[in-house]
């Protein structure tokens, strides 16, 4: 496993995510998922990055760095997943530890993520990282 994350900047490396995005994100076929990512990191500021272990990616987080009113500046995690295979061994915690430094050193006032009611293993994660539960994310399907 690499001691630092990488990031994922091309459309090669998003590439190479994708089997952990796909995980989170079963919807989205490898062309729709590396085509939104490039939209979403010109015109958001989203950011992928990502854990190998034996020459394959085996976890990943895509966040942005926003203001809010609510919040103030704010480090926003998008998605944070491990392969499968690759669970209980440190990865996804990893990628938390390293969002949390990053947020601090990029003057960020919080630290914000939505996880799914149903992922208690992740819930486990983000409790165990001192996240509180804050509040219920409310959603309408509009198409």
């Not at 966040?63 to 209980?88: C, M, V």
Request: charged letters at 20%.
């Amino acid at each position: 496993m690499t001691a630092q994350p990488e990031s994922a900047d091309s459309p090669a490396a998003l590439r190479a995510c994708y089997p952990v995005i796909q995980e989170l994100r079963p919807h989205l076929s490898e062309e729709a998922f590396v085509a939104q990512a490039q939209r979403q990191q010109a015109r958001h500021g989203y950011r992928l990055i990502y854990l190998e272990d034996g020459g394959r990616v085996v976890a990943a987080a895509g966040y942005r760095i926003a203001e809010f009113l609510a919040w103030g500046k704010a480090l926003y995690i998008d998605d944070l997943a491990t392969l499968s295979t690759a669970r209980k061994q440190g990865h996804a915690g990893q990628l938390l530890d390293w969002l949390i430094a990053q947020a601090r050193a990029e003057g960020c006032d919080q630290l914000h993520l939505d996880s799914g009611v149903q992922r208690y293993d992740a819930h486990r994660l983000y409790l165990g990282r001192r996240l509180r539960i804050t509040s219920h994310h409310f959603a309408i399907e509009l198409g």
